[in-house]
C-alpha cells in the first residue's frame, strides 16, 4: 500500500477504508506528513480560529462504574461533591465576563439533580447568551428532549470503544447498544453531537481504533474528542500501560481527514501526557481547546486520572494561558460560539 497516496486521497476525498486506516495507524514513517496533511484540512475547511469552550465540572458523584475513571463509584478515595444550582450559574456567569460563548456543563453520571433543577439550570445560562453544551451521560430519549427544550444545543457523550466486548468490559453494568441508542436520539433531536474515543485501552487493537473512525463519520458527528486512556491508581486499571500521545494525535488527524468541517478538540488529556499536548493537537487538525472554568479545589477532586493539567490554576490564569498558546501559533481565539458549518 503506498501510504503517501492514501494521505493524499483521505486529505482530498475524505474516504478511507478499515485496511487503509489500520495501515496508517500501524505506520511510524508517514506520522508527519500525516499531520501536515490534517492542518491543511482544517486550515480549509474552519479556519485558523480556535474556539474555546469553558469547561464546568460541576459533580463528580457517579453512579456508573467504568473501569478507566477516577469517579467509578467504587472509588472511595475521593471525596465527592456536588455544586448547587447558583453557583453553577455563577462560574457560567462568571466564564462569559472571560470571553467565553459556550459552557460545557460536566459531571458524572449520577440523579443528583432533578430533571426540574437541570433544565432550570440551563434555562438561566442560556439567558446569559451562551452556548450550553451538556456532558452528563446517558438518559432516556425523554430526558434528552427536555434538555433540549430548556435549550441545550450540544451533547459529549464518547462511545469510548466501537469493540461492544471491550466497551461492555470497561464499562461494567452499562450497554453498548444503549450508549449508541443515546447518540441517536440527541442527533434526532437536534443537538450538536460530540462523541470520541479512548486511546489505549488494555485489550485495543489498531483495527478497532480504525472502526471508531469510521463510526464516527457514519454517524456524522459534529464533534469528536479523542484522549489517550491515563492509568489511575485508585481503579482497576492502575496496571495497565495506558494510551500513547503520538497514536492519540493520529487518530484525531486521521478524524479531520475524514470528517473535515468538525470540531475536534486539542484534548486534556493530550497536554496531561505531554507539555505542548494542545499546541501539537492544534497544529494536526484541532480547532477548539476546552479550558477549565471550575473553581478552587474542586478541580482537584474531579480526578479522572493522575496528572490532569491545571489543577492548581484558576480560570483567569487559564484563559490568558491558552489565548498566548493560540496567539503564539498565529491563530486567533474565535468571538462565535463555533457551531459546526457543515459542507455539503
Ligand atoms: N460521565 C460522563 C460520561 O462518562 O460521558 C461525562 C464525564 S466523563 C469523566 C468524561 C470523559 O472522561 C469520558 O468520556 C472518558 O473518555 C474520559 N475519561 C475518564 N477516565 C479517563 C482516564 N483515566 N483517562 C482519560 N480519559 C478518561
Ligand atoms: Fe462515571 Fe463518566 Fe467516569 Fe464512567 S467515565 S465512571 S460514567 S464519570
Ligand atoms: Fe490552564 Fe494553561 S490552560 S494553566
Same mark, same amino acid.
Given at each position: 500500500?503506498?501510504?503517501?497516496?492514501?494521505?493524499?486521497?483521505?486529505?482530498? %476525498?475524505?474516504?478511507?477504508?478499515?485496511?487503509? =486506516?489500520? !495501515?496508517?495507524?500501524?505506520?511510524?514513517?508517514?506520522?508527519?506528513?500525516? &499531520? !501536515?496533511?490534517?492542518?491543511?484540512?482544517?486550515?480549509? &475547511?474552519?479556519?485558523?480560529?480556535?474556539?474555546?469552550?469553558?469547561?464546568? %465540572?460541576?459533580?463528580?458523584?457517579?453512579?456508573?462504574?467504568?473501569?478507566?475513571?477516577?469517579?467509578?463509584?467504587?472509588?472511595?478515595?475521593?471525596?465527592?461533591?456536588?455544586?448547587?444550582?447558583?453557583?453553577?450559574?455563577?462560574?457560567?456567569?462568571?466564564?462569559?465576563? +472571560?470571553?467565553?460563548?459556550?459552557?460545557?456543563?460536566?459531571?458524572?453520571?449520577?440523579?443528583?439533580?432533578?430533571?426540574? #433543577?437541570?433544565?432550570?439550570?440551563?434555562?438561566?445560562?442560556?439567558? *446569559?447568551?451562551?452556548?450550553?453544551? *451538556?456532558?452528563?451521560? #446517558?438518559?432516556?430519549?425523554?430526558?434528552? !428532549?427536555?434538555?433540549?427544550?430548556?435549550?441545550?444545543?450540544?451533547?459529549?457523550?464518547? =462511545? #469510548?470503544?466501537?469493540?461492544?466486548?471491550?466497551?461492555?468490559?470497561?464499562?461494567?453494568?452499562?450497554?453498548?447498544?444503549?450508549?449508541?441508542?443515546?447518540?441517536?436520539?440527541?442527533?434526532?433531536?437536534?443537538?450538536?453531537?460530540?462523541?470520541?474515543?479512548?486511546?489505549?485501552?488494555?485489550?485495543?487493537?489498531?483495527?478497532? *481504533?480504525?472502526?471508531?473512525?469510521?463510526?464516527?463519520?457514519?454517524?456524522? $458527528?459534529?464533534?469528536?474528542?479523542?484522549?489517550?486512556?491515563?492509568?489511575?491508581?485508585?481503579?482497576?486499571?492502575? &496496571? $495497565?500501560?495506558?494510551?500513547?500521545? %503520538?497514536?492519540?494525535?493520529?487518530?484525531?488527524?486521521?478524524?479531520?481527514?475524514?470528517?473535515?468541517?468538525?470540531?475536534?478538540?486539542?484534548?486534556?488529556?493530550?497536554?496531561?501526557?505531554?507539555?505542548?499536548?494542545?499546541?501539537? $493537537?492544534?497544529?494536526?487538525?484541532?480547532?477548539?481547546?476546552?479550558?477549565?472554568?471550575?473553581?478552587?479545589?474542586?478541580?482537584?477532586? +474531579?480526578?479522572?486520572?493522575?496528572?490532569?493539567?491545571?489543577?492548581?490554576?484558576?480560570?483567569?490564569?487559564?484563559?490568558?494561558?491558552?489565548?498566548?498558546?493560540?496567539?503564539?501559533?498565529?491563530?486567533?481565539?474565535?468571538?462565535? &460560539?463555533?457551531?459546526?458549518?457543515?459542507?455539503?
Amino acid at each position: 500500500m503506498d501510504l503517501e497516496l492514501l494521505i493524499d486521497r483521505a486529505e482530498h %476525498e475524505h474516504v478511507l477504508t478499515k485496511d487503509e =486506516i489500520t !495501515a496508517l495507524l500501524k505506520s511510524k514513517a508517514i506520522n508527519e506528513d500525516l &499531520y !501536515a496533511a490534517a492542518d491543511r484540512v482544517r486550515c480549509r &475547511y474552519v479556519g485558523d480560529e480556535v474556539h474555546l469552550r469553558g469547561l464546568i %465540572e460541576f459533580s463528580n458523584i457517579c453512579g456508573q462504574n467504568c473501569l478507566y475513571c477516577g469517579l467509578r463509584r467504587d472509588n472511595t478515595k475521593i471525596e465527592r461533591y456536588r455544586l448547587a444550582a447558583e453557583v453553577i450559574v455563577e462560574l457560567a456567569m462568571k466564564a462569559k465576563e +472571560y470571553g467565553y460563548r459556550t459552557v460545557v456543563l460536566q459531571s458524572g453520571e449520577a440523579k443528583c439533580y432533578t430533571m426540574d #433543577e437541570m433544565t432550570d439550570i440551563i434555562r438561566k445560562i442560556k439567558a *446569559l447568551d451562551l452556548a450550553v453544551t *451538556l456532558s452528563i451521560g #446517558e438518559k432516556s430519549r425523554e430526558e434528552y !428532549a427536555a434538555l433540549k427544550t430548556a435549550g441545550a444545543d450540544r451533547y459529549l457523550l464518547r =462511545i #469510548e470503544t466501537t469493540d461492544k466486548a471491550l466497551y461492555q468490559a470497561m464499562d461494567p453494568g452499562m450497554s453498548w447498544d444503549n450508549r449508541r441508542r443515546c447518540l441517536r436520539d440527541l442527533k434526532e433531536l437536534g443537538f450538536e453531537v460530540g462523541s470520541g474515543c479512548l486511546v489505549g485501552l488494555p485489550g485495543q487493537t489498531l483495527e478497532s *481504533l480504525a472502526d471508531d473512525i469510521l463510526f464516527f463519520k457514519e454517524l456524522d $458527528a459534529d464533534m469528536i474528542g479523542v484522549g489517550p486512556f491515563i492509568p489511575n491508581n485508585d481503579t482497576p486499571l492502575s &496496571y $495497565a500501560a495506558g494510551g500513547e500521545f %503520538e497514536l492519540s494525535l493520529k487518530v484525531m488527524a486521521l478524524v479531520r481527514l475524514l470528517l473535515p468541517d468538525i470540531n475536534i478538540p486539542a484534548t486534556t488529556a493530550m497536554e496531561s501526557l505531554r507539555e505542548d499536548g494542545r499546541i501539537v $493537537a492544534l497544529k494536526s487538525g484541532a480547532n477548539v481547546v476546552m479550558p477549565n472554568v471550575t473553581e478552587g479545589d474542586y478541580r482537584r477532586l +474531579y480526578a479522572l486520572y493522575p496528572g490532569k493539567i491545571c489543577v492548581n490554576d484558576t480560570p483567569g490564569h487559564c484563559r490568558v494561558c491558552i489565548t498566548s498558546k493560540i496567539e503564539g501559533l498565529g491563530r486567533k481565539v474565535s468571538s462565535d &460560539y463555533g457551531f459546526r458549518q457543515k459542507c455539503k
